[in-house]
């Protein structure tokens, strides 16, 4: 049952620890796409019912106003109930196991409730957590692995964020060292020029500025975007020499030549000697 969600060629089943982090990316696009996003944070959350009056209708501290905020409590609850079975029906096709034997007497919950549940069970922290964001890169270390060095270098960049966002940053030197050791023989004057780069600049308190990652990685696009568009304009040129015919009938002005007797200075134009 799809409770009239959109996205759903996005979903990712959660089957625990090892992929809670794309399930969540999953979930969380999905949920913002359909407009429930703001029940899975807590920002939106089931009405209240308004305060029923402790006098009677026809006493004069009545307050007329009840009605009118009962209309609203019921509006605004049957509102909240359609985005609350979308939730759920996201919950049931997203989860590995039924909602209810995961999350327990949560399913009857708030989606919050039920969301910091999963993310206490499943979100991966520590040192755990370092490891999978570096997983890849630990396998794959070299930018011959990659289809591209500048894809080695957005990879290199995203495990970057990524451990930053979770409060998790590594110093720069670890990424600068994976980065240039990784590209290989075929780059080893360009690591020489970004090691060089910055040895006569330095902070304000005189030491010597180390190259950031960030201007490094740019360098090396720059450079790659730049021998592209040599190697593009190469093949053009050698294109256009292979197609070029040879002449085969000699100079046009050895051919005017061939007319006129070569004794004597002949023209000054065609070398004719008849006339001058």
Known sequence: M??????????????????????YKSTRAIACLNGVWELFTGETVKPTLPAK????????????KYKDWQDLYEQKLDKYNTKYGRTLGLLEMTLEEAP???????????????????????????????????????????????STPIEFANKIKKAKAKLKDMNKPLPDFFWMWIFLHGLGNGYVSFVTQMLNLN????????????????????????????????NTKDAVKGMKMDNKRPDTGGLKSDKKKEKGDTKGDGCYTCGYINHQ
Do not use: C, R
């Open 2 to 23: 799809s409770h009239s969600l959109q996205g759903l060629g996005q979903i990712v089943k959660l089957k625990g620890a090892e992929n809670y982090e794309a399930w």
């Open 53 to 64: 009056p402790t006098v009677p209708v026809d006493d004069p501290k009545y307050d007329p």
């Open 100 to 146: 209810k034997d995961q999350l327990g007497e949560l399913i009857l919950e708030s989606p919050k409730e039920q969301m910091d549940f999963l993310k206490q069970k499943y979100e991966v922290t520590g040192y755990t957590a370092v490891y999978q964001a570096l997983g890849k890169i630990w396998k794959n270390q070299t930018a011959k692995d990659y």
């Open 199 to 230: 040895l006569n600049q330095k902070d304000t308190e005189g030491k010597v500025k180390n190259p950031e990652l960030d201007e490094v990685i740019n360098q090396l696009i720059q450079q790659e975007l730049h021998s592209a568009v040599i």
